[in-house]
């Protein structure tokens, strides 16, 4: 069974900094590539980030390059966001998910995941 729990959000000012985590289980997470999702209210979950299964390639959404960096932890099956410069447009719930080959992330689509954790709420006061 699938299970993806995320956590570290939280409320910052805009400038902030804030670490995400998501930790994975039941799935093949070594050899996965993972993503960062995100979903504002009344607006699509879209992609934020995401790393290849060994950590050599990362891709991130235009709105966020230079700002969040993305990493991971496969011994621990652990993944990261490290997010600087916080603005009042990151605040979103955020999610982790399994994204074959990044393919989704980089398609501005979301993947085929069916398992869906709760999310951690980022939220950035101006």
């Known amino acids: 069974q699938v299970q993806v729990v995320e956590s570290g959000g939280g409320l910052v000012q805009t400038g902030g900094s804030l670490r995400l985590s998501c930790t994975a289980s039941?799935?093949?997470?070594?050899?996965?590539?993972m993503g960062w999702f995100r979903q504002a209210p009344g607006k699509v979950r879209e992609g934020v980030s995401c790393?290849?299964?060994?950590?050599?390639?990362?891709f991130y959404a235009d709105s966020v390059k230079g700002r969040f960096t993305i990493s991971r932890d496969n011994a621990k099956k652990q993944l990261y966001l490290q997010m600087n410069s916080l603005k009042p447009e990151d605040t979103a719930m955020y999610y982790c998910?399994?994204?074959?080959?990044?393919?989704?992330?980089?398609?501005?689509?979301?993947?085929?995941?069916?398992?869906w954790g709760q999310g951690t709420q980022v939220t950035v006061s101006s």
């Open positions: 998910a399994a994204d074959p080959g990044c393919s989704a992330s980089k398609g501005g689509g979301l993947p085929n995941f069916d398992d």
């Open positions: 039941g799935l093949s997470f070594a050899v996965a590539s």
């Open positions: 790393i290849a299964w060994n950590g050599g390639s990362a």
